[in-house]
């Protein structure tokens, strides 16, 4: 990572990190993570002043974004003079991308729409507000609307996993594994409060460990997408994995380890009719 050597007309990049040290250096990209400022990692937040030799040329600010999710290293930039975002591979000119923590995932995409909010709103000094440049396909001109599409296609397909676990399977070999584990999940404490929480507002499905299925993430995935190709199936079922993990994470499932299987956790609302 060689920096003060750098090729005539290179650009290279001023780290004014919160250390207050400057270091001049290649924009070769390195492996970034969230840690102390040095020229080979990026902090959040951290503003890069990146230049060229050249007098005429305007300097350019970018201020990084910690966005995991993706991977456990992604970062965007924000292009300062321009108010856009340089968004990796978090978001794509067309379709969904693959990500390999979807609870770290929505996060992010929380953080880059509330930063295109703010550019937003200084629409007048900046001359694209808003845009992203995504990893792969075309720039995207009007960022809410992308983030706000991912957000939503995303809290679709994890209410779908969690209707999915509410109405259970229908073939004989899931309701026997669904009662072998209830069976070995469920106590007394749990139907308790599931009788004094369920039922009590409309819209609330048998949402209970004591009364959801038990489910293979395979069985829900083949719920979700009944009439996906199998060539697609399995990356399918990655994204279901995936969605159980983070509903596990916020204590909305649980998982029977033993079985493999999942169920419920706790009452769920979803679907108004």
Request: with cysteine.
């Amino acid at each position: 990572m060689a920096s003060h050597n750098a090729r005539p007309g290179a650009k290279t990049i001023d780290d004014r990190s919160t250390t207050g040290e400057s270091t001049r250096h290649s924009t070769t990209p390195s492996r970034l993570h969230p840690v102390t400022p040095s020229p080979h990692h990026v902090v959040f937040r951290q503003l890069f002043h990146v230049t060229t030799d050249n007098a005429t040329d305007r300097p350019t600010s970018l201020r990084a974004l910690y966005t995991p999710g993706h991977s456990e290293d992604s970062v965007c930039f924000v292009l300062e003079e321009e108010g856009s975002i340089f968004a990796g591979d978090n978001v794509l000119g067309n379709g969904t991308t693959w990500f390999e923590n979807l609870f770290d995932y929505m996060a992010s995409l929380e953080l880059m729409l509330k930063e295109v909010h703010t550019q937003n709103k200084c629409s007048t000094e900046m001359r694209h507000p808003g845009r992203l440049y995504t990893g792969h396909g075309p720039h995207v001109e009007d960022g809410e609307a992308k983030l706000v599409a991912y957000i939503e296609h995303r809290n679709k397909r994890e209410g779908q996993v969690l209707e999915v676990l509410g109405t259970g399977d229908t073939d004989d070999t899931s309701r026997a594994a669904s009662s072998a584990a209830s069976g070995a999940a469920v106590d007394a404490a749990a139907v308790a409060t599931a009788k004094v929480a369920g039922g009590v507002a409309a819209g609330v499905t048998a949402g209970s460990t004591a009364d959801s299925a038990w489910l293979t993430s395979l069985q829900v995935t083949r719920k979700v997408y009944p009439d996906l190709d199998f060539k697609l199936f399995f990356a399918a079922h990655s994204n279901v994995v995936n969605h159980l993990l983070k509903l596990e994470r916020e204590g909305r499932v649980e998982r029977s380890k033993l079985l493999g299987m999942w169920s419920l956790k706790v009452p769920v609302i979803y679907g108004s009719s």
